[in-house]
T-cell receptor, first 113, second 115 residues
């Protein structure tokens, strides 16, 4: 069936270093790939997204890359800061209508001071 | 806009009781999703609506679960009777199609505990 796999499940990096989270998807019709950040006690918040017509998108310290051929996409956070500590979810739209969104299992990112 | 509003934020109930979770989506959005989040299963899609019509309820775990969207500004997720394994955080997600893709916004969630 349709699924999104996310790795790693936990990630600890030194403050100032970079963090990379990777996802793969199964539906070749997927064309929208959002990333969400969930802080403790809150709902996931959209932080960046990428559409299938581009290979990379950047917003300050956050960037996403997409390889449609390999069906994988990644989140890159540079110069990590303590406030980046959270659970991050990747997601992919399902089907050509892109109405349904399936989430990865999440990555708990911890930034060591 | 105040964003997606869910109520209650927390619910503790006894096994066998009926539970109703409520959601007010973002005005103008035409999609509404209900997700359940647990440590074991992560974020699971339960059901979603488009223009108030249920489109896909294949994620609803059992007949004990039901969801309605009587109008564009309100949806409910009901569990009757509730069981301890239903304990989870339930999220309502409001979305609209933009440029061919669905941009989704989460509510704060309802933490349900069934004892």
């Amino acid at each position: 069936g349709e699924n999104v796999e996310q790795h790693p499940s936990t990630l600890s990096v030194q403050e100032g270093d970079s963090a990379v989270i990777k996802c793969t998807y199964s539906d070749s019709a997927s064309n929208y790939f959002p990333w969400y950040k969930q802080e403790l006690g809150k709902g996931p918040q959209l932080i960046i997204d990428i559409r299938s017509n581009v290979g990379e998108k950047k917003d300050q310290r956050i960037a996403v890359t997409l390889n449609k051929t390999a069906k994988h996409f990644s989140l890159h956070i540079t110069e990590t800061q303590p406030e980046d500590s959270a659970v991050y979810f990747c997601a992919a739209s399902i089907g050509s209508s892109a109405s349904k969104i399936i989430f990865g299992s999440g990555t708990r990112l911890s930034i060591r001071p | 806009d105040a964003g997606v509003i869910q109520s209650p934020r927390h619910e503790v109930t006894e096994m066998g009781q009926e539970v109703t979770l409520r959601c007010k989506p973002i005005s103008g959005h035409d999609y509404l999703f209900w997700y359940r989040q647990t440590m074991m299963r992560g974020l699971e899609l339960l059901i979603y609506f488009n223009n108030n019509v249920p489109i896909d309820d294949s994620g609803m775990p059992e007949d004990r679960f039901s969801a309605k969207m009587p109008n564009a500004s309100f949806s409910t997720l009901k569990i009757q009777p509730s069981e301890p394994r239903d304990s989870a955080v339930y999220f309502c997600v409001s979305a609209q199609k933009g440029g061919g893709q669905t941009e989704a916004f989460f509510g704060q969630g309802t933490r349900l505990t069934v004892v």
